[in-house]
């Protein structure tokens, strides 16, 4: 537990709320705002896509990894320069969210959200390879467990500290007020200013002082013609390393990144329409808020700190197994709540069961993810594996509010459980027939 008192892993523990707070904002909480506005189900599923840009940001990353910004990298550094270019375009995008009313302009809160997720996407990406490049790999269990310490705490925050301040500029409980949440997503900007402070304390890894240095000096070189010089950072911050990947693990690198897409598509499916759900049974914001955005985020932190544990004891391939196990198992807790109805006390294990389960399997994930990287190309490659992770269940996740209005909820989630089938044998796939890839995964 000395380990969680490293100062690298306090910075990270700050960077991963600075983190979560916009992603619960545009997918969780933004979801309970719509349906009280009283926005369809089909229509939030789809909205839902919005989150989609975090599965493309593989696609840019190769500019925050290596594209120096005017005068910032230099004062700053290049990770921690984007890192305030990004905190800065979601308290905007958050202040421009909270200024919209959906009743009266969807389509504008959606750009709005857009522009949040973009912004959001750009800072994980750095964030990311701020965590991976900061410590030595055994550090990285660690780091990943703080990392989701301060993610979740952030939740927390983003769930139920927007949902209570939303209730408590709430005059009638009853009916839909629009200045309640414009008062929770300004309170929700303000607290962006954790990560730009700790943007602001922190310092470079010493790996990245070195590389900013030579990044700079392609841009500032006159002798070399501009179009020779554009053609070397190409070269090296978009081929290089999808290039380095894919002839590291060669035809396994397509297995890989089959688990990275499919690992968490359970929960992701199912996290789609969970605030709808909550809804439509009949659960007040104070007691979404209470319930399932703190106590249950609680429990994320208790399995994430879990996890990072067991990662260290057992290694991530078997870690990896228990998290796809439980994280599909405890979608069957939610098909229990819908054919009960309305019950706190079940929705209160119910919770617990699923956030237990997630904290766990997410640390795993994280630790497993960070080994597959080269610390040479560690934004980029982070950010497609990343981004892989998220594609595919959110595109599936769409089509969750469609799903819930043909087939009802109870069989909505018994399906999303049976979804982690797969999953789990895949990752039985690389424990026992690659043994050798698994190895590397286990320290």
């Not at 290039?243 to 396994?252: D, G, I, Q």
């Amino acid at each position: 537990m000395q380990a969680y008192g490293h100062p690298r892993v306090v910075s990270i523990f700050f960077l991963g709320f600075s983190a979560g707070l916009p992603f619960v904002l545009v997918f969780g909480t933004l979801s309970f705002w719509l349906r009280e506005a009283g926005v369809g189900r089909s229509t939030i599923g789809f909205l839902s896509w919005i989150v989609l840009l975090y599965g493309f940001k593989w696609v840019w990353a190769p500019l925050v990894d290596r594209l120096p910004l005017p005068w910032l990298t230099r004062h700053f550094g290049r990770r921690r320069a984007w890192m305030l270019l990004a905190q800065t375009m979601v308290i905007l995008g958050l202040v421009m969210m909270a200024l919209t009313d959906p009743q009266e302009s969807l389509v504008s809160l959606s750009l709005f959200a857009l522009l949040v997720a973009f912004a959001s996407a750009s800072q994980d990406i750095v964030i990311d390879a701020y965590r991976i490049e900061s410590v030595e790999p055994r550090m990285q269990g660690v780091m990943a467990s703080g990392y989701m310490i301060g993610y979740r705490l952030a939740m927390i925050v983003a769930g139920a500290g927007s949902l209570a301040v939303a209730a408590l500029f709430d005059p009638d409980p009853e009916t839909y007020h629009y200045s309640s949440w414009f008062a929770a997503y300004l309170v929700m900007a303000a607290f962006m200013l954790v990560g730009v402070i700790t943007t602001l304390v922190i310092s470079e890894p010493s790996t990245s002082k070195a590389m900013t240095e030579s990044l700079l000096r392609p841009f500032e070189d006159e002798w070399q013609p501009r179009s020779a010089r554009f053609a070397v950072w190409l070269q090296d911050a978009v081929i290089a390393p999808f290039v380095e990947f894919a002839l590291r693990y060669r035809w396994r690198a397509l297995l890989l990144l089959v688990l990275i897409a499919s690992y968490r598509v359970s929960d992701i499916v199912l996290g789609v329409v969970a605030n709808v759900f909550y809804v439509d049974m009949g659960f007040s914001k104070e007691e979404v808020a209470t319930i399932t955005k703190f106590y249950g985020v609680v429990m994320t932190l208790v399995g994430a700190v879990l996890g990072g544990v067991l990662v260290n004891q057992f290694g991530v391939m078997r870690i990896l197994l228990l998290g796809a196990v439980l994280a599909a198992g405890s979608n069957l807790l939610y098909a229990l709540l819908a054919t009960v109805g309305k019950d706190i006390t079940l929705l209160a294990f119910v919770i617990s069961a699923d956030n237990l389960s997630g904290g766990l399997a997410t640390a795993a994930f994280i630790a497993y993810l960070s080994g597959l990287t080269n610390v040479a190309y560690s934004a980029t490659q982070y950010a497609l594996f990343s981004s892989v992770m998220l594609l595919f269940p959110k595109f599936l996740g769409g089509f969750s509010g469609v799903m819930v209005d043909h087939i009802g909820y109870p069989e909505f989630f018994i399906l999303t459980a049976a979804m982690g089938l797969p999953v789990m044998l895949l990752v039985l796939f690389l424990i026992y027939l690659l043994p050798d890839l698994g190895r590397e995964h286990n320290g």
